[in-house]
């Protein structure tokens, strides 16, 4: 059964970096037929997709977060990466990462981690 | 930034059918299928229905999906207490660069 586990800072100052790993156990992340992603969810609102990377390094992100954010996969240890650079209290929110099927017409995320909180504040 | 629109709330008493509606456009719903998720309270989303209409392994039989053009609907049938959750429909949106869309959210209650 695949698990993903998030890991990264729960608090990061404003107009610093916050930098998040997902730790991927019970499955290859080196699969081709996958994506691998990351949502977030400001406290009390919705959920937001930040973006998705696959093992070959092709990369969809959301375009209100484009200029600020980096993706990557480190196949070697099974994680991939998240980095938003300039961050603000408007990037406070639990960051969920997530594994993805792509296909034509087709998109949707599943399994889910169980999420982390990231605050940005002094 | 919710390009899929939801009602806030829906309710019912238990054993009754909810339906919660997801309206999109052709750039989403309207071009690609639909997902659902279930989030309880304090807890990440849970996959609950696929491509429309497909349940995931697990899912009980009481969840159902449909889309017609640039809309969808989630339907719950014979309302659980555990069924008290909100609930996220989601597609890709072909606009742009692409990006993967989710609706404004539909909170639940069992009555």
């Known amino acids: 059964q695949l698990q993903l586990q998030e890991s990264g800072p729960g608090l990061v100052k404003p107009s610093e970096t916050l930098s998040l790993t997902c730790t991927v156990s019970g499955g290859s992340i080196s699969s081709s037929t996958y994506y691998w992603g990351w949502i977030r969810q400001p406290p009390g609102k919705g959920l937001e997709w930040i973006g998705s990377i696959n093992n070959g390094g092709r990369t969809y992100y959301n375009l209100s977060l484009k200029s600020r954010v980096t993706m990557s996969v480190d196949t070697s240890n099974n994680q991939f990466s998240l980095k938003v650079s300039s961050v603000t209290a408007a990037d406070t929110a639990v960051y969920y990462c997530?594994?993805?099927?792509?296909?034509?017409?087709?998109?949707?995320?599943?399994?889910w981690g169980q999420g982390t909180l990231v605050t940005v504040s002094s | 930034q919710s390009v899929l629109t939801q009602p806030p709330s829906a309710s019912g008493t238990p054993g009754q059918r909810v339906t919660i509606s997801c309206s999109g456009s052709?750039?989403?719903?309207?071009?690609?299928?639909v997902n659902w998720y279930q989030q309880l309270p304090g807890t990440a989303p849970k996959l609950l229905i696929y491509s429309n209409n497909q349940r995931p392994s697990g899912v009980p039989d009481r969840f159902s999906g449909s889309k017609s053009g640039t809309s969808a609907s989630l339907a719950i049938s014979g309302l659980q207490s555990e069924d008290e959750a909100d609930y996220y429909c989601?597609?890709?949106?072909?606009?742009?660069?692409?990006?993967?869309?989710f609706g404004t959210g539909t909170k639940v209650t069992v009555l």
């Open positions: 997530a594994r993805s099927f792509s296909a034509r017409f087709t998109f949707y995320t599943d399994p």
């Open positions: 052709s750039s989403n719903i309207g071009s690609n299928t």
């Open positions: 989601a597609a890709w949106d072909d606009s742009l660069n692409g990006l993967y869309v």
